[in-house]
């Protein structure tokens, strides 16, 4: 997919932080970027084969960071919390390989009193591999 086709891109405040998912600061990190499609935030990304677990399938434990960073991605820059997860449950529809091309999109479901709940995927061409709902804290904005 052309970038162009992916929507504006969005930044966090501090990109600098070193988090392992999103900063560019953070060599051993993902360094995922996000993009605004309408009221769901994408990220394109490919898994390097470092990230395997069985040969060329992604490890579980990573597509499940994905799948929480998105949906941390989506609520802040969608819903403008901050937020930590308090839970996330992960459904492996088909293994994710890595070395290839993939979508991962989050979308922001509603607002409880407490939490936001968040739905995420994994795509390739369209195809859901994984899935995750997660609930997810809002906590206060982290010092520059």
């Not at 009221?39 to 060329?56: K, L, M, Y």
Request: proline residues 7%.
């Amino acid at each position: 997919m052309a970038q162009g086709d992916l929507g504006e891109e969005l930044f966090f405040e501090n990109s600098g932080s070193g988090c392992f998912g999103c900063s560019k600061e953070n060599p051993d990190g993902l360094q995922l970027r996000f993009f605004r499609r309408g009221e769901t935030v994408v990220s394109p990304f490919t898994i390097p084969d470092r990230f395997h677990g069985a040969p060329s399938i992604a490890h579980g434990g990573i597509v499940a960071t994905l799948l929480d960073e998105i949906s941390c991605a989506a609520t802040y820059h969608l819903r403008g919390d901050y937020v930590v997860t308090g839970e996330l449950a992960v459904r492996y529809e088909k293994p994710c390989p890595v070395d290839v091309a993939l979508e991962v999109v989050a979308e922001v479901r509603e607002r409880r009193p407490r939490y936001w709940i968040v739905d995420a995927r994994v795509e390739r061409d369209g195809e859901v591999l994984a899935k995750s709902e997660g609930r997810f804290f809002p906590m206060e904005r982290p010092a520059p």
